[in-house]
């Protein structure tokens, strides 16, 4: 889009969570622990869901496959994709310094290595994880 003598780019915006179903075996020695979890993202975009979806959990030590959604909706322009997934995870991803003395860490992170951050980019859905009855924005 031209504004003016500049140029700007489409930036698209996808709201999105990652809400844990069950953690199981917890390997404080091997610093593992498995995860069955829900992945949404929530969004009106020119993007392809492909485009979108396509993310590499950072700290999967086994990458799950993501297919087909398990849930898909569409509300006027806006689509709510639902992914399923399990695997097994690095324990404290984030290093020393991020958390408390003898704490450890459970997460789960992902990215989009094709498109970058000028031209998608996710944001918490605190809607669809009820969050404003916590925070307001």
Do not use: C, H
Request: proline share 3%.
């Amino acid at each position: 889009v031209q504004f003016g003598s500049q140029y700007l780019n489409r930036t698209d915006i996808v709201y999105t969570a990652i809400r844990p179903t069950s953690i199981y075996e917890i390997n404080l020695e091997e610093d593992t622990f498995k995860i069955d979890l829900d992945l949404w993202f929530r969004y009106r975009s020119t993007l392809s869901e492909a485009e979108i979806a396509n993310v590499r959990l950072i700290n999967a030590l086994e990458e799950p496959v993501m297919e087909q959604p398990s849930v898909q909706t569409q509300e006027g322009e806006t689509t709510y994709s639902l992914y399923k997934l399990n695997g097994k995870f690095s324990l404290d991803y984030l290093s020393a310094e991020d958390r408390g003395l003898g704490e450890r860490i459970l997460s789960v992170s992902f990215v989009n290595e094709q498109l970058s951050r000028s031209r998608l980019l996710y944001v918490p859905d605190s809607l669809g994880l009820n969050l404003s009855q916590y925070f307001s924005l």
